[in-house]
Structure formats: C-alpha cells, structure tokens
C-alpha cells in the first residue's frame, strides 16, 4: 500500500506563487511516477500536471502550461508543483495522485485517466484571491 501526502496549499493573491510538495511512500524498492489533480467547487476532479518516474517526461494541462512546473525532489517518490501566475479560476482543492508500478508508463495519451492512479492523497486547499 502506498500513502500519499500533500502539502503547501493556502491563500495566495491573484498573480502570486505557492508552491505544493507530495511525497509518497510505502514502495521503497519502486520510483514512482506521479501525478496532480484538482477539483474547484461544484467542479469534476482534472487533470494538472504529472512526471514519469524517471523525471524525463512531464505533462500539463494546456491551462497551466507555462505558469506550473512540476518535478522530482531529491528524496525518493517525492513531487513538487510549483505554481506562479496564479488566477482566481485556479482555485481548488489538489489532489496528488500515484500509479501503481504495475500501472502502465504515463503517455501524453493515458495521463489524463483518473483511474490509472491507485493511490490519492487527502488533498491541499489552494485559494487565490482577485
């Protein structure tokens, strides 16, 4: 079984940063690739950003693309999503999200599928006021 934890969320002003952590454990012998999500309120859960195990692949919504950054901390199964330029419309709650090993590699195809993650942290609220 695999725990995830996110961290960092908060209020931010429109236009500032904040920066989320995810660490994941539970498979030491694994490096896992991983993966954020978002739901807003009265919203569908989607898709953010994600990066393969090995670092070399990431993925972004169009929506963030050159505003967020994802990318693998030092320690093992560890993720950050650094996001800048944050808009009202970025508010929500980011959930990060963990394939199982077994799963198959993040494809600019398969990225987006919900159900390819096995493992969902709590979440971290993130407010951006206008």
């Known amino acids: 079984q695999v725990q995830v934890v996110e961290s960092g969320g908060g209020l931010v002003q429109a236009g500032g940063s904040l920066r989320l952590s995810c660490a994941a454990s539970?498979?030491?012998?694994?490096?896992?690739?991983m993966g954020w999500f978002r739901q807003a309120p009265g919203k569908e859960r989607e898709f953010v950003a994600a990066?393969?195990?090995?670092?070399?692949?990431?993925f972004y919504e169009d929506s963030v693309k050159g505003r967020f950054a994802i990318s693998r901390g030092n320690a093992k199964n560890t993720v950050y999503l650094q996001m800048n330029s944050l808009v009202p419309e970025d508010t929500a709650v980011y959930y990060c999200?963990?394939?199982?090993?077994?799963?198959?590699?993040?494809?600019?195809?398969?990225?987006?599928?919900?159900?390819?993650?096995?493992?969902w942290g709590q979440g971290t609220r993130v407010t951006v006021s206008s």
């Open positions: 999200a963990v394939p199982a090993p077994t799963e198959p590699a993040l494809t600019s195809s398969n990225v987006r599928w919900m159900h390819l993650y096995d493992y």
């Open positions: 539970g498979r030491p012998g694994s490096t896992l690739s």
């Open positions: 990066i393969s195990w090995s670092g070399s692949d990431t």
